[in-house]
Every structure is written in C-alpha cells, then in structure tokens.
C-alpha cells in the first residue's frame, strides 16, 4: 500500500465535518498502523513524492521526510529566536495534568525540556508543535484545537504519554521511544527503534527525568 491510494481513500473523508465516530473508528487505529509502518521505513525514495506534513502523528517519521541541511533533530530544534527559559512557569498546569491522568508531573517536564525546552511556540522542521511536539495529525487526532496553547498542549501531550505507557505496560523507555517513534516501531523492532533521533532522545528524556526523581 502506498501513499497515494491513502490520500485517496482520505479524501472524501477529509471534506467532511470531523465528528467523533471518526475519531473513535477503527479507520483512525488502522491508519496509524499504518503510518508507523510506512513511514518510519528507510524507503522514502520510493514514494513519488513527500507525503504532507499533516499526515504524520509522530516526530521521528516525519523527520524521515523533513531533514535539515545540517541534519538537525527535531528534540534540539525548538526556534530560530533566543527563547528566555522559566521551566517553572508551567509546574502547575504540568502538576495538575500529571495527577488527572496518572502519568508522574516529572515525567511530563522531561518531555517538555526535550521536546520544546519549554517554549510553548516551538514549532520543529518536521512540523511538531508547541511544548510537548505535537504533530499536526497527533494534534487532531487528540482534539487539541490549539497546539500553542501550553494547556491545551500539555493535556494532549499528556494523554498520549499515557497511552505509550499503558500500551508499553508501564515502561517508560519504550514508551518514550514510541511517542517519539511511533509505537508501531517499537512492537516491530521489540524494543527501542535502531532509529539516531529516537537512540538519543530516550536516554536524554531518562536523565533529565532520573534528575528530578
């Protein structure tokens, strides 16, 4: 299956008011399969053309397709502007959604200091948003209307991690991997994806959270 007959089958959709069955439908789980599959690969060569930015739901297969010049990861590129950092700016909305989705509030800062160094208009070359990177098809898929909005952000963000985490029964490096990877790429590869960005993001984001333990 390639890109294309993807874009077809969506379109129709696409021209649609969202609602949530379509959220909720198995087309949404499929399609992310699908994206984890597809997109993660080293075969970006075969496709006739780049996919769109907003197909994508995880950094680091977008970045498969959106590499800088100087090939910079998407975790240590935030913004072109001198960003004056205050990680304590965010504690409590970080605290407060930690706690409603019983994911650790140091976990979450973690993240955040990886994926944004906390600068809530951080947007990457691959097209991730706000504090906690959100993709564009992740943003949607979440319902997050408003990726720079750092609550609107975080609890996206924050919920998503959740999910990495209970799908990966609690363990958060291979959780961390998927929501930088994909968890497709995790369960294919049974473990943390051979992928530069994703072997360098999980130890980061595991020692910066270690730190605060």
């Known amino acids: 299956m390639t890109i294309s007959p993807l874009l077809q089958l969506m379109s129709p959709m696409t021209n649609r008011s969202m609602s949530s069955s379509i959220h909720s439908s198995s087309f949404v789980s499929a399609f992310q399969n699908f994206l984890d599959e597809e997109l993660t690969t080293n075969h970006a060569d075969s496709y006739d053309s780049?996919?769109?930015e907003s197909l994508f739901l995880h950094p680091e297969a977008a970045s498969q397709y959106f590499q800088t010049s100087s090939g910079t990861n998407q975790a240590d590129m935030h913004t072109d502007q001198q960003f004056s950092v205050d990680?304590?700016?965010?504690?409590?909305?970080?605290e407060s959604t930690g706690h409603k989705y019983?994911?650790?509030?140091?976990?979450?800062h973690a993240v955040i200091k990886q994926e944004s160094g906390f600068d809530p208009n951080a947007k990457s070359h691959a097209g991730a948003m706000g504090l906690m990177q959100l993709m564009p098809g992740t943003a949607r898929y979440l319902n997050v209307e408003d990726p720079y909005n750092p609550s609107q952000n975080i609890e996206g963000g924050t919920r998503y991690l959740k999910d990495m985490l209970e799908r990966f029964n609690r363990d958060t490096s291979l959780a961390l991997a998927a929501y930088?990877?994909?968890?497709?790429?995790?369960e294919r590869f049974n473990g943390i994806p051979p992928f530069k960005e994703t072997q360098n993001y999980v130890p980061a984001v595991m020692n910066t959270y270690q730190a605060l333990i």
Do not use: H, M, T
């Not at 019983?102 to 979450?108: A, K, S």
């Open 87 to 94: 990680e304590n700016e965010f504690a409590s909305l970080i």
């Open 102 to 108: 019983g994911v650790d509030p140091r976990l979450i």
């Open 180 to 186: 930088n990877a994909g968890p497709g790429s995790v």
């Open 50 to 52: 780049k996919p769109p």
